[in-house]
C-alpha cells in the first residue's frame, strides 16, 4: 500500500515542513518505513514539538517529537601553574 509521510512543526509558524532547511530521509526494511527529519541550520524558531503523520489506505498514523535547546558547554578553560624546585646539593671531597 502507498502512502503519504509528512512533518508539521507545531510551534510558530504552523507549516509543513519543505524546504532546504528541513530535509525528511525516509528508511525502509522492506516491512516498517522510519523517518528522520533534518534541520540545516538550527535558529531559536525550530525548537519545539514537529509532529509526523503517515497516512495510507488503511488509516493514518501520528507522532511526536520534539527538538530541544541544549547549551553549549562552556569553552573556557582553567590554567594552573605550578612551580617545583629541587635543591641541589653539593658534597664536599
Do not use: W
Not at 24 to 30: F, K, L, R
Not at 49 to 73: H, R
Amino acid at each position: 500500500a502507498s502512502g503519504n509521510m509528512g512533518h508539521q512543526h507545531l510551534g510558530p509558524p504552523h507549516c509543513l515542513v519543505t524546504g532546504e532547511k528541513y530535509e525528511s530521509v525516509t528508511m525502509d526494511n522492506g516491512y516498517n518505513k522510519y523517518m528522520m527529519l533534518k534541520v540545516r541550520g538550527v535558529s531559536q524558531g525550530d525548537f519545539g514539538s514537529y509532529k509526523c503523520v503517515a497516512k495510507n489506505s488503511l488509516g493514518e498514523t501520528d507522532g511526536l517529537i520534539k527538538l530541544d535547546e541544549i547549551p553549549a558547554p562552556s569553552t573556557t578553560s582553567t590554567f594552573t601553574a605550578t612551580a617545583v624546585t629541587t635543591p641541589i646539593s653539593s658534597r664536599k671531597k
